[in-house]
């Protein structure tokens, strides 16, 4: 097997491994992929200012958000369905983010239900949550979050409805449902043994997770990806945040904000944090990237919340990257699904100390010891 030395080769490794309709499912993004494309390439763009002669020895990634120390300034930020790549997926990834000593976000769409994560877990995680047309759904998700000890909710606002995914189409996962689709599925499971042994076989992959107990007996892929599509509420307003506000004492962030105004109208109605985020490229294709977006949101709102950013992130330089742009903290998307894909929790633990020795390496050679010296001065310009 190849070993793996960056999130990049983890992609290859899970493309070898995963059936094709779950591998551009997650390599994939919405319409041309053109502001998937943008979030990489304008944040590789940003160029760290080396510094020398400093006295590195003592170099500390250690953050505290919310209350709470991490290990570094990452979480493992909310993928749906993270269950299918591997057995019971969401478990196997909280565990590698426990060992890391960093956040495990669990998505409202997930394959493993919030119960069975918070029963595997040792440490509290967090929640995220769509905005579903059910409103009785939510509820119960947000009393099941509060009753397990979530330790944050993030508030998913940038999937009103669904962007249109090419590849899921050509792959077989959207618009051929019934026998077809599940035949197409089948036969790229069946050129990927290892998956589907290892998932399809023993990882119950027709238990899906939070929506279960809604589908009943109807519980099969398709069914889940129908829910999903007919569910999240177009009529979604600035209310809504002021509803889950009122419903949710804890650390509360929204994801999912592009624009100063609305990142200043969050922080208004007192949201504790922010996602800068794109949602990694896979709903409005066309919008600026993150890394272009962060720098006026953080000016607008420094200080008054705490400011999280994905999209692009696929190395510790990333993140180094990201924080000098004005984030506190990075969520890892595609990097740490491609990373479960590859070869489950053990090559995430692997894949996130890769990010712990190349932030150290950003760390020290722009001469700074603490991660709060990563801002606009450890830039060139
Ligand atoms: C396969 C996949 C599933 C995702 N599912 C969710 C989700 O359920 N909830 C959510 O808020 N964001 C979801 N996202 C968006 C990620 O949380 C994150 O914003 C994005 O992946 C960051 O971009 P990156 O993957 O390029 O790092 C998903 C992303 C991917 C790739």
Redesign the pocket.
């Known amino acids: 097997m190849k070993i793996a030395a960056s999130a990049s080769d983890y992609r290859d490794l899970a493309q070898r491994r995963l059936p094709r309709f779950l591998f551009e499912?997650?390599?994939g993004g919405s319409y041309d992929e053109v502001t998937?494309r943008r979030?990489?390439a304008d944040l590789r763009r940003i160029a760290l200012r080396q510094r020398v002669l400093r006295d590195v020895s003592d170099v500390d990634l250690g953050v505290e958000i919310f209350g709470r120390r991490q290990a570094m300034p990452i979480a493992l930020?909310?993928?749906?369905?993270?269950g299918l790549l591997a057995r019971r997926g969401e478990r196997q990834a909280l565990a590698a983010a426990e060992s890391a000593g960093i956040p495990f976000?669990l998505?409202?769409?997930?394959a493993c239900s919030l119960g069975e994560v918070a029963n595997a877990a040792s440490t509290p995680f967090w929640f995220?949550l769509?905005m579903m047309r059910d409103r009785g759904f939510v509820d119960a998700l947000l009393a099941e979050a509060r009753e397990r000890g979530c330790s944050a909710l993030?508030f998913?606002v940038?999937?009103p409805l669904p962007g249109s995914r090419y590849r899921d189409y050509r792959s077989g996962l959207a618009g051929t449902p019934g026998l077809r689709g599940a035949a197409r599925r089948f036969g790229q499971a069946m050129l990927r043994p290892d998956w589907a042994i290892d998932v399809g076989l023993m990882g119950r992959p027709h238990s899906l997770g939070n929506v279960a107990p809604l589908l009943g007996r109807k519980s099969g892929l398709d069914d889940f990806m129908a829910w999903m599509r007919s569910n999240f509420d177009p009529g979604i307003t600035w209310r809504d945040l002021e509803y889950i506000r009122g419903a949710w004492t804890g650390p509360l962030v929204v994801?999912?904000i592009l624009d100063a105004e609305d990142a200043l109208a969050a922080a208004a109605i007192g949201a504790d944090g922010i996602?800068v985020?794109?949602?990694?490229?896979?709903q409005l294709d066309g919008v600026p990237s993150t890394a272009e977006a962060l720098p006026a949101i953080a000016r607008a709102v420094e200080g008054r919340l705490r400011i999280f950013a994905?999209?692009?992130?696929?190395s510790g330089l990333d993140v180094a990257r990201m924080l000098c742009l004005g984030a506190d903290c990075v969520?890892?998307?595609?990097?740490w699904?491609y990373a479960l894909g590859a070869g489950g929790g053990a090559a995430v633990r692997h894949m996130l100390s890769l990010f712990e020795a190349a932030l150290r390496v950003a760390l020290s050679l722009t001469g700074v010891t603490r991660i709060s010296g990563l801002d606009h001065d450890a830039l060139v310009g």
């Open positions: 499912y997650v390599d998937m979030n990489r930020g909310p993928i749906g369905l993270a976000c998505s409202t769409v997930s995220q769509y993030v998913t940038d999937m994801k999912g996602v985020s794109n949602h990694g490229g896979r994905d999209g692009g992130v696929r969520l890892l998307g595609r990097a699904a």
